[in-house]
């Protein structure tokens, strides 16, 4: 058991699980300040990266390991997580005006089956704030991704011209961005995965981003790839339109999956609470997601496989059905935050024997 899972765990459970969230988010910001702090988390985290890295679209992934959307929303916390090792972080939701999201409480742990449920709504500081906050961060050497959403007013007909308002704001400061069309606590929001709705959806930003991309080019061209994620409540047929509207419309790749609505997936304590289903009991639906996909798109295409990844064996699941990286969230909270160079160093010595990863090679 870990100095985490031992002694802060406890602690932190004891408070209600947003509060816990935000005293965390304070601390880390408060730490990572002060001169010599994430010097010392990079020593403690170190790993043998060269061997598990790998390069995507001009992007060099320094891990497979990543840090989820909606754990670092307003991005406060990207020196701390590069610090440790996590090869990318992925900040966001962001909106592009600011709102407070949906009355509290509106997160909830359910620790009987390694899950929490949340029923944010997207709270956010808005793009502008969260585009300087980066601005001036140090990042060290992980890759950035940017998720974007929408407003809870903005009506669903004006959806695309949020997200390309976010895509346009933190476009300075982005190397991916992704699409959330997934989240199940905007109202209407999930309807934007069904095929006509996607289509046209991603055919706007892409040619936004596309527009992005010629004007900042200035001969040093970094072209900011798009992703999109979906739920992992999507049937079969559901996930091979996502996967072909994708790839017609230049989409990048795919982070599957949000959380989960689905109600097979709860028990007696989390039933009676509405959002979105993460952690443990949604692995089993991310696992069956990513190797569809996988066997549906090219190789060049980005899947980044998220959803209730704990150790090292379900992170290696998830690479060898065919995810090029994985993401942790509700993992962090029941693990701490040594599961990433934990993650790191196992994926490392597995790999010493084996190099049977996606990405090995590339
Ligand atoms: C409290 C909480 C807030 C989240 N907020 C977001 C969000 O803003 N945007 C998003 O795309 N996903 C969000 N997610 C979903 C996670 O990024 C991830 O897809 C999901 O939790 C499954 O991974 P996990 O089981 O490792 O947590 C959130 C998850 C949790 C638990």
Request: glycine fraction near 10%; hydrophobic fraction near 45%.
């Amino acid at each position: 058991m870990s100095l985490y899972e031992a002694v802060l765990r406890p602690l932190l459970f004891r408070l209600e699980a947003e509060a816990a969230h935000y005293l965390t988010v304070r601390s880390v910001e408060a730490l990572q300040a002060v001169p010599g702090v994430l010097a010392a988390v990079r020593a403690m985290s170190r790993a043998p990266r060269e061997r598990i890295g790998f390069d995507w679209r001009g992007l060099r992934f320094p891990s497979p390991i990543g840090v989820a959307a909606g754990l670092d929303k307003n991005g406060r916390m990207v020196p701390f997580f590069a610090a440790l090792g996590a090869g990318f972080v992925e900040v966001g939701t962001v909106t592009p005006r600011p709102q407070p999201g949906n009355p509290r409480p509106r997160v909830f742990r359910v620790p009987s089956d390694e899950a929490v449920i949340n029923r944010l709504g997207f709270p956010s500081e808005g793009a502008d704030r969260v585009a300087a906050r980066l601005a001036a961060a140090s990042r060290g050497d992980a890759v950035l991704g940017i998720n974007v959403g929408m407003n809870a007013t903005t009506p669903l007909e004006q959806a695309a011209e949020d997200y390309a308002t976010c895509i346009e704001r933190l476009y300075p400061v982005a190397d991916y961005f992704v699409v959330n069309v997934s989240s199940p606590n905007t109202q209407g929001l999930t309807s934007l995965q069904s095929r006509p709705l996607l289509a046209a959806l991603l055919r706007a930003l892409g040619e936004r981003i596309r527009e992005l991309d010629a004007r900042n080019s200035n001969g040093v061209a970094r072209p900011r790839p798009l992703l999109v994620k979906i739920s992992p409540d999507l049937a079969d047929r559901e996930l091979d339109d996502v996967a072909e509207v994708s790839l017609q419309q230049g989409v990048d790749g795919i982070v599957a999956t949000n959380t989960s609505t689905d109600s097979m997936l709860r028990n007696a304590a989390s039933a009676p609470l509405g959002g979105g289903l993460s952690g443990r009991p949604v692995f089993p639906k991310v696992l069956r997601a990513v190797s569809h996909l996988r066997r549906n798109v090219p190789d060049d295409f980005l899947i980044l496989g998220v959803g209730g990844v704990f150790s090292i064996d379900d992170a290696w699941s998830l690479l060898r059905a065919g995810a090029n990286a994985v993401q942790l969230y509700t993992g962090l909270v029941y693990r701490g935050p040594g599961l990433i160079p934990e993650l790191n160093r196992a994926l490392a010595e597995r790999l010493g024997s084996e190099s049977a990863l996606r990405n090995s090679g590339a």
